[in-house]
């Protein structure tokens, strides 16, 4: 299916390749680059690009380009979501997926990807499996191979392909058993001119780290399965048991990984976090704009509003800004016209604002263009929606495991249009 | 710049002569560490692409290295260069075929990995062979393999396409989860129009779709969305009602729907059609986007037209994933969408553009936006569209205003709103945006050009400040076009436009000139002498397009000799109403390709695209899927079945006898009718009857169906050395049986031929030993049923039968009725999943007890063959039944209800893991073989004077039903057997260490069973 993989980087050039069946020539990547040049910006090049005797799926990720060729009919996003696990495998091996790593750790590169696909069909694609099969590097390991002339291949062969369940290797042993549960929402929306809201939804997720010897089984149940409406799981979850009784029952694997994202029902009402206050304008003819912004809390649930970033793409007329936060620092960048505002935490009894002018061009006209500013923040120990694990326990093993359960909400895509 | 120059340095070195003999040296040195350091560095040239082929003899030598990644990374040198070194890469081949019969399983599979993997033809026969080999290998993990290196060996010699079938053919009954997506794939690869082959196999591959991997999910789904694109009818014509009472009539039993039933309904959608709805359902579910995909366009190609609205809700949610996740999944959307709007209405926010959004996706969410819109929610799309002309996307912006005219032909309420709105635009800054509006009002005005004559006039007002050539070609087309309504602006505008032609782009000359001609036509008067002057202009321009045009239309239009006849119908010719152009989506005729393809994203068609077939107009012979045997979901367990017998066989006698020769199936049909549906012990009894009759009468009769049988085995499988060794195995130990039968049959007849005739009770008077029930079992069960088996997997007797009865039911709750129960270990006549369990019912009242017989059971789905009713057991008289229960391979308890005429007793059965295996028999070799299965393994210390053979053994054979395989080493005692239900393999190491320890390994895929095996064994050993 995949033929070969090749890796460019932002300014165009091939830093790895590999191939699954015969060498396909780097030339190949010609095709790709001639869209690449087409478009505006990086993001713009499309994913799927055929050439005369072959087809270039593509996914960019950490600015590097995972190029792979195709010979003939496979469902693109087949090569998509592999090409995602690539890079996710590679985050998950070398802590960043970036040129420099990737360079630096080529071997294993080489490897993994050797692992993962044969004869272009994904092979091994589970983290803890590719594990066992290849020991991710570490500084000290490094260290100690270079001095004795060992190895990064595991030295036992994995069983994990034969076990019953392909997503937890046997033999896990731990001093301390612990699972901890990351139940983190994002919030989109677009609020419009007047502060009302346009879109607005939650997407959540579940991401798990657990430590557990032996072959743990665990449920888990909520208080209020009610809210969780579009969910997808890990492969590892039993999902009759959720269909019957809105139970996560599962084996799970061994160290990080998503247990569950899910969606809440658009029905429920979303409680915006935050509110924008702006007042922007430009005036016909003149070289001077001005620029007032305020950010305050609105339903948090008596939680504190951290690590807000303001940013915003402004109309191309704007040559400069001269603006004074009254915390945090702003920054504008003339070039990209990009003005990106790290406010930091929202003390509600002083409300953070940014105010100033703003140079315009001179005879310009008024930009007809609407600016928009997005938002990220993050609010600690609370879940949006309301969503509230009622309890977990594991069954086969007879230890007592620690728990832990930690709740956060994330601006996702967060945007508010600005009047002008 | 340092980088580059250290980068360009860098290269020269790695290609300096010098530098590969210093990796040659290291290749070539003793110390192991040098050769993976220069190996390391081989395969980063490999990365960069550089090339590293001078070094293959150097690397070659290698292959055989004990290190591991030392090998792997010859491996990867191997596959990537032995392409171009063919003569050389055959010195490596001898490795990777002792590797084939490595016993580690994952060395076996690797070495076929590479094998396959070297393309080089000379070795085809050898490949060939070895994935024969392979695809019969105990190892699911290595039968993947094989089947991965059937496409590899396929795109290499396609000669070989009627021998891979076969292997083909042979996976496709492969019960692994592991194999099923890779041997699918290969299908698809090899021979995707035998969709024979899939016939029989297609419920299995619906059953076992969901516990798959992933990536193979994806593959089944779409090759059976095709096959049942062949074999079903479409569910498309009536919706509504009948469906609903079909999804019951499935659930009820497919034996039960009767012929009448489906003529009598219009349409009556296939239970198999149904199966593949209701099994695929669940993996919406998955976080695997590819998955959730295919199970989207699997219900839009095949479910009834009130059902597809499912997949709505997970399509939405992958919106939520990366970009080009969602490019793909918009552009299904939009397919989708055109004939399906009330699919995704209810979503239709999902779809709004953020300025974050790449272009491609803009455009799609435009796409979608505009074919949703109707009445209801035009009016929310166009303020939407409004903010999205605003957008300093201007190619987006762009974008919104060709969406806007579509709405405005589609939905005719708000054609005139759209139209204004457009005119505003024509005075925006921006010339794209003004140009695209020229475009689109150009195409709305054809549409009704009666009442716009003032909007013409506009535009010819902007004309003069619009430079984009598209848009100032439209605005003369338009003028050209309706120049009768507009009599005093036209030609004032060609007489701007005779001034200014040089300058301007050949597509807007072409439009001068065909103004210039329709103006001569209509208004000659004024524009004779401009039309002159413009075509003469013409005449002489670079473009030959333009010079062609000039010359056609002087011709046409200025009437001479020559062309008088055209000339009449100029004005007919140029100025004939013109059809209004349909603005459509570019996605209105994609759903000719199978969404979800490659085929569908590009819109054209990929090589190797196939096609989805059209609905069947009448189903094709449903009873092609039928299999014999349904059994659970195993990993290669034993099928019993007899396939190609298209009568569904639910009786135990049937599938007891589907694998006896000829001979014997006329007895079958005799005893068949004169057994009762439960399957009796009468019935059994009488069957067997039957064949130590037979062998009385004529002793070869039986053992000549057994050669036949055995021949033909051999005859298929002839071209694997391995599958005939093994059928010789097993005709060798048949060969055994047969003796110790003939041995033992005239001790047979003695107890058993006067116990037929004198009927039920006199056999149980007679308590026969088990010893001879044993062996009887165990000879007909070898007999009849492992030839069939794609591994030799033998059953034997029981090393041991332990004596110990355990209470069932006291005689002081039952109300004098007390029951004891035993695990005689004799494989479950009744069905081969049971276990079979014998109980001594005695009376102890002074009263007779009547219809004792089994009630109630839990849990309810739990399935046991029950005991014939006793109509009556005097005082003080005992009897022995048999029943057999399918404990699903856990030691959950049965409980059931003992219950006389006039009582009911709650019992319970709780057998102990050891008892829910059946011993099997194999070699040392094959044993080895599978130790790949999940391990358990302990160390326990015992006495120092029990370490030889016996009491090891039979400590081991108290605990478990287990048999004891041949080992070659002393301190090493090894049992093998199976798990009754799923017939999992279960093995057994006790390995005697210095120190009176013992290590205790037990290898089983049921990895709860050998945890909790692994417990009874160490107190069994222990005690010892």
Request: hydrophobic share 35%; glycine share 4%; with cysteine.
């Amino acid at each position: 299916m995949i033929h070969s993989l090749f890796l460019v980087n932002s300014s165009g050039d091939i830093f790895l390749e590999k191939h699954w069946k015969s060498v396909v020539s780097r030339s190949v990547c010609d095709y790709f680059f001639e869209a690449q040049e087409r478009a505006s910006e990086p993001e713009n090049v499309p994913p799927v690009i055929p050439t005369p005797h072959h087809y270039l799926i593509s996914v960019l990720r950490h600015r590097i380009y995972f190029v792979a060729v195709i010979q003939s009919e496979v469902p693109p996003l087949f090569v998509i979501e592999f090409l995602h696990r690539v890079v996710d495998t590679f985050q998950d091996y070398f802590g960043v997926c970036t040129e420099a790593a990737i360079k630096d750790n080529v071997v294993v590169v080489y490897e993994l990807l050797e692992e993962m696909l044969d004869n272009g069909f994904p092979l091994a694609t589970e983290s803890n499996i590719l594990k066992e099969l290849i020991k991710p590097p570490t500084i000290l390991r490094t260290v100690v191979n270079t001095i004795t002339g060992s190895t990064n291949v595991g030295e036992q062969l994995p069983t994990g392909q034969l076990s019953v369940v392909p997503w937890r290797r046997t033999g896990v042993k731990y001093t301390n058993n612990e699972a901890y549960f990351d139940v983190v929402e994002e919030i989109d929306a677009i609020i419009d001119k007047s502060g009302s809201t346009i879109t607005a939804e939650i997407q959540g997720v579940i991401d798990a780290c657990v430590k557990l010897t032996g072959m743990p089984d665990l449920t888990l149940s909520f208080m209020n399965p009610r809210l969780l409406d579009d969910v997808s799981f890990h492969p590892c979850v039993r999902f009759k048991r959720w269909e019957a009784e809105r139970i996560l029952s599962f084996i799970p694997p061994d160290g990080n990984f998503r247990l569950l994202s899910y969606h809440v029902s658009s029905q429920n009402l979303v409680a915006i976090p935050v509110y924008v206050k702006h007042n922007i304008t430009f005036r016909e003819g003149s070289s001077q704009g001005r620029f007032e912004l305020t950010l305050g809390p609105k339903q948090t649930m008596g939680k504190g509003v951290e690590a807000v970033l303001v940013s915003s793409q402004l109309p191309r007329g704007v040559l400069n800004t001269n603006l004074n936060p009254t915390q945090g620092t702003y920054t504008f960048d003339p070039v990209t016209k990009l003005l990106s505002w790290d406010v930091g935490k929202i003390n509600p009894q002083k409300l953070p604002s940014l105010k100033g002018s703003m140079s315009l061009q001179a005879g310009a006209s008024k930009p007809d263009e609407n600016p928009t500013i997005n938002i990220q923040f993050k609010i600690q120990q609370s879940a949006l929606s309301g969503l509230k694990v009622n309890r977990l326990d594991m069954y086969g093993e007879k230890y007592k495991p620690f728990k832990g359960i930690k709740y956060m909400t994330k601006a996702g895509k967060f945007q508010a249009l600005l009047s002008n | 710049s340092l980088p580059n120059s250290l980068c360009i340095v860098h290269f020269l070195i790695s290609f300096s002569p010098s530098r590969n003999e210093d990796l040659k040296e290291m290749l070539e040195s003793n110390k192991e560490s040098l050769k993976l350091e220069a190996m390391k560095r081989v395969v980063g040239l490999i990365a960069k692409g550089k090339n590293a082929s001078e070094l293959f003899p150097a690397v070659v030598k290698n292959v055989a290295s004990k290190n591991i990644e030392l090998k792997k990374l010859v491996y990867v040198y191997l596959v990537r260069y032995a392409e171009e070194q063919q003569d050389l890469a055959l010195l490596s081949i001898s490795t990777f075929q002792r590797a084939l019969k490595d016993p580690n399983q994952l060395i076996r599979a690797s070495a076929l990995r590479v094998l396959s993997s070297i393309r080089v033809p000379i070795i085809v026969p050898i490949m060939m062979l070895a994935i024969k080999e392979a695809a019969s290998d105990m190892s699911p993990y290595v039968r993947k393999t094989s089947a991965h290196a059937i496409q590899k060996l396929y795109s290499l010699d396609q000669d070989q396409k009627e021998l891979l079938i076969e292997v083909i053919e042979k996976l496709l009954k492969d019960k692994s989860t592991l194999v099923a997506g890779s041997v699918v794939m290969a299908f698809e690869e090899v021979c995707p129009d035998r969709i024979d082959l899939i016939h029989k196999n297609y419920r299995k591959l619906c059953n076992l779709l969901v516990d798959v991997e992933e990536w193979g999910q994806v593959v089944i789904i779409s090759m059976l969305t095709r096959y049942a694109r062949t074999q079903f009818t479409s569910p498309w014509k009536e919706d509504g009602v009948f469906d609903e009472h079909n999804e019951r009539a499935f659930y009820e039993s497919d034996e039960e729907k009767t012929r009448d039933e489906t003529e009598a309904k219009p349409y009556m959608m296939d239970p198999d059609h149904r199966l593949l709805l209701r099994n695929t359902k669940p993996l919406l579910q998955s976080r695997n986007t590819a998955v959730v995909m295919s199970v989207a366009q699997l219900y839009w190609h095949l479910a009834p037209k009130n059902e597809v609205s499912i997949v709505t809700k997970s399509l939405v949610r992958l919106l939520r994933s990366h970009r080009e996740v969602q490019y793909i999944v918009l552009q299904n959307i939009a397919t989708m969408s055109i004939q399906r709007k009330g699919m995704f209405e209810p979503y239709m926010k999902s779809f709004y553009v953020r300025s974050t959004d790449a272009t491609h996706i803009k455009s799609l969410k435009l796409e979608i936006l505009t074919s949703l819109a109707n009445e209801a929610n035009i009016s929310t799309i166009l303020r939407e569209f409004q903010t999205y002309v605003k957008s300093q996307d201007k190619q987006f912006a762009a974008g919104t205003i060709q969406a806007i005219g579509r709405c405005a032909t589609n939905i005719s309420e708000v054609t005139d709103t759209c139209l204004n709105g457009l005119v505003l635009l024509l005075s925006n800054r921006d010339e794209t945006v003004v140009a695209e509006s020229v475009v689109v009002i150009r195409k709305l005005l054809q549409i009704q050009p009666t009442q716009h004559s003032d909007i013409i006039k506009h535009m010819a007002k902007l004309f003069d400040n619009i430079t984009v050539p598209m848009a100032r070609a439209s605005i003369l087309w338009l003028m050209g076009e309706y120049c009768e309504r507009v009599p005093k602006i036209a030609p004032d505008v060609l007489r701007k436009m005779a001034k200014s032609f040089t300058s301007e782009e050949d597509i807007v000359k072409l439009q001068i000139v065909n103004l210039a001609a329709k103006l001569y036509l209509t208004n000659s008067k004024q524009t004779k002498l401009l039309t002159q002057y413009i075509l003469n202009l013409g005449k002489y321009d670079q473009n030959y397009d333009i010079r062609d045009r000039t010359r056609f239309i002087r011709q046409l239009i200025v009437p001479n000799d020559k062309n008088g006849a055209l000339s009449k119908y100029a004005h007919r010719i140029l100025l004939a109403p013109k059809p209004a152009p349909v603005l459509e989506s570019a996605y209105k005729d994609r759903d000719r390709y199978q969404l979800g393809t490659l085929s569908h994203t590009i819109n054209t068609k990929a090589s190797g695209y196939l096609e989805l077939s059209d609905w069947p107009a009448v189903a094709p012979d449903q009873s092609v899927r039928n299999v014999e045997v349904i059994e659970p979901v195993k990993e290669w367990a034993p099928s019993l079945g007899k396939t190609g017998k298209s009568k569904p066989a639910k009786s135990s006698d049937d599938k007891f006898y589907s694998d006896s020769g000829e001979e014997e199936e006329e007895e079958e049909k005799g005893s068949g009718s004169s057994s009762s549906e439960d399957g009796s012990i009468q019935s059994i009894l009488s069957v067997r009857l039957h064949i130590l009759q037979n062998e009385r009468v004529c002793p070869e009769s039986g053992s000549d169906a057994e050669s036949h049988v055995q021949k033909n085995s051999s005859q298929s499988s002839e071209e694997s050395d391995k599958s005939s060794s093994q059928s010789e195995k097993s005709s060798s130990e048949s060969d055994s049986e047969k003796k110790e039968r003939k041995t033992k049959t005239p001790l047979q007849k003695k107890t058993v031929k006067p116990t037929a005739k004198d009927g039920y009770h006199t056999i149980m008077e007679h308590t026969f030993s088990y010893s001879h029930w044993s062996t009887l079992c165990v000879s007909l069960f070898t007999q009849l049923c492992p030839l069939s088996l794609a591994f030799p997997l033998q059953l034997s007797g029981p090393a041991f039968v332990p004596e110990k009865s355990h209470d069932l039911l006291h005689r002081m709750t039952g109300k004098g009725l007390s029951a004891q129960y035993q695990f005689p270990r004799q494989p479950c006549l009744y069905q081969p999943t049971m276990v079979s369990v014998q109980i001594s019912l005695t009376n102890t009242t002074d009263h007779p007890l009547e219809q004792i017989h089994i009630g109630d059971r839990s849990p309810t789905g739990l399935n046991i063959h029950c005991f014939n009713t006793i109509e009556c057991l005097e005082p003080e008289a005992s009897v022995t039944v048999f029943i057999g229960i399918d404990f699903n391979d856990s030691t959950q308890a049965a409980n059931f209800q003992l219950c006389t005429k006039e009582d009911h007793f709650s019992v319970s059965i709780q057998p102990a893991i050891g008892e829910l295996l059946l011993p099997i028999t194999m070699t040392e070799l094959d044993f080895r073989k599978l130790l790949g299965m999940n391990e358990s393994s302990a160390t326990i210390t015992m006495a120092a004077e029990n370490m030889t053979s016996q009491p090891i053994s039979r400590p081991v054979a108290t605990v478990a039903n287990l048999g004891m395989v041949p080992s070659s080493q002393d301190n090493v005692h090894r049992f093998a057997g199976k798990t009754a239900s799923s017939g999992a393999v279960v093995l057994v190491t006790v390995e005697l260490r210095e120190s009176s320890t013992a290590l205790i390994t037990i290898n089983t895929e049921k990895s709860v069973m050998g945890s909790m095996l692994l417990r009874d064994l160490k107190l069994a050993l222990a005690q010892t």
